[in-house]
């Protein structure tokens, strides 16, 4: 079953995990400020869109969310394995100025409400965490180059330093590029090998010489098993980025040229009214 859910013509919400208290989601391209290529909702400030046409874009979507700007997180994003613990003296990092993002940061955690940590997308996976019987919560950007670095693996380690085993935490794989979009060669998928252990079907295949179809979310879910996440604590979006021109922009099919949308997770209000009995939150 598709965990995400479209809750309007700008943003999807991961359903299972959504109360009145916490918000995880994922933006689409729509019902934005931003014009060309970045039409319309454009929530990257490095893509050389107008400035003030993200400011606005962002601000639309904290109404939306109502959970107020000046308490995003966001992360300069550089496709490495970098995770960072965030506190309330976080609040307001990258939200409306990208030179106060996180630097060189792919990966946000935190065990702290009034904090919606967000991070930017056009093709790479999302991976959004949740253990609710400890309150705690992750985002990472997983691209191949973060993948095979084994981000995935590197915030259930963080999970793990704060005493929550990979067994209580749960995953979802967001809206990302599909296994027959995504065409990579021979380094990658060197590279794909070395960090994959024994493994009933392999998530890529060769179409030609030096040319193969990688599924990357399927990667990031054998990662995640591989780190102690059970199977079933891992659900996994048919939202492909590149296919879905309508709702998505796409790195590879607007050859690079395009806006970025936005994964998103946070308390609103105080944790203790989180269910904290396992996956279902409502």
Known sequence: MEPFFLKNEQYYIVKDWHTDSLIAGFTSKN????????SS?????????HIEAVCKNRETVAHLLDFSIENWVGAEQIHDSEIAIIRQEHRGKGASVYEDSLKGTDGLFTKEAGV??????????????????????????????GTVKGIGKEMIQVFNHENIPAQ??????????????????????ELVQNILEDVEENPYNLIEDNQYQ???????????????????????????????????????????????????????????????SGRQFS
Not at 31 to 38: D, Y
Not at 41 to 49: E, I, K, P, Q, R
Not at 168 to 179: L, W, Y
Not at 221 to 243: D, F, H, M, W
């Open 31 to 38: 019902g934005g400020a931003s014009t060309g290529v970045f």
């Open 168 to 189: 209580d935490v749960f995953v979802v794989i967001g809206p990302a590029i599909c296994k027959n979009c995504y065409i990579v060669d021979n380094r990658v998928i």
């Open 116 to 145: 919606l940590l967000t991070l930017c997308f056009a093709d790479c996976v999302p991976l959004f965490f949740s253990a609710p019987k400890h309150h705690a919560l992750g985002i990472a950007h997983a691209g191949w180059k």
């Open 214 to 276: 990688l599924n990357l979310k399927e990667l990031n879910r054998l990662i995640l098993q591989q780190s102690g996440v059970p199977a079933e604590n891992i659900q996994v979006s048919n939202l492909c980025t590149k296919c879905n021109q309508k709702h998505f922009f796409s790195h590879r099919r607007d050859e690079g040229k395009t806006g970025r949308m936005m994964g998103f997770i946070g308390w609103k209000e105080d944790y203790k009214s989180i269910d904290e």
């Open 41 to 49: 909702l454009n929530l990257g400030f490095h893509v050389h869109d």
